[in-house]
Nanobody
Framework: QVQVVESGGGSVQPGGSLRLSCAAS????????MGWYRQFPGKQRELVAR???????NYADFVKGRFTISSDNAKNTVYLQMNSLKPEDTAVYYC?????????????WGQGTQVTVSS
């Protein structure tokens, strides 16, 4: 069983920065990718950024140049550095982990962390 725990959300003024962290724990994890998604009220979750075990990354267009995803594979941890935050970045941010299990690929989600950008 995988546990996914996020931290680092909070409130910040426009133009400010936040750093989100997400740690996955469990027995014999084979993590293939970790990513951040966000969700607005009444909307589906959308991809923010994703990093693969190879180190390759992809980003949503709306965060390119502002957000940076990184990982520490030894700690099964992924980070999202968010700079130049805008009010429209206000959302619940979720961590997602893609794993290879005994029966194939599966994923696991964290509980979400609120990010509020407001003056």
């Amino acid at each position: 069983q995988v546990q996914v725990v996020e931290s680092g959300g909070g409130s910040v003024q426009p133009g400010g920065s936040l750093r989100l962290s997400c740690a996955a724990s469990g027995r014999s994890l084979s993590i293939k990718a970790m990513g951040w998604y966000r969700q607005f009220p009444g909307k589906q979750r959308e991809l923010v950024a994703r990093i693969f075990s190879t180190g390759s990354t992809n980003y949503a267009d709306f965060v390119k140049g502002r957000f940076t995803i990184s990982s520490d594979n030894a700690k099964n941890t992924v980070y999202l550095q968010m700079n130049s935050l805008k009010p429209e970045d206000t959302a619940v941010y979720y961590c997602n982990v893609d794993l290879l299990g005994k029966y194939g690929m599966y994923d696991s989600w964290g509980q979400g962390t609120q990010v509020t950008v407001s003056s």
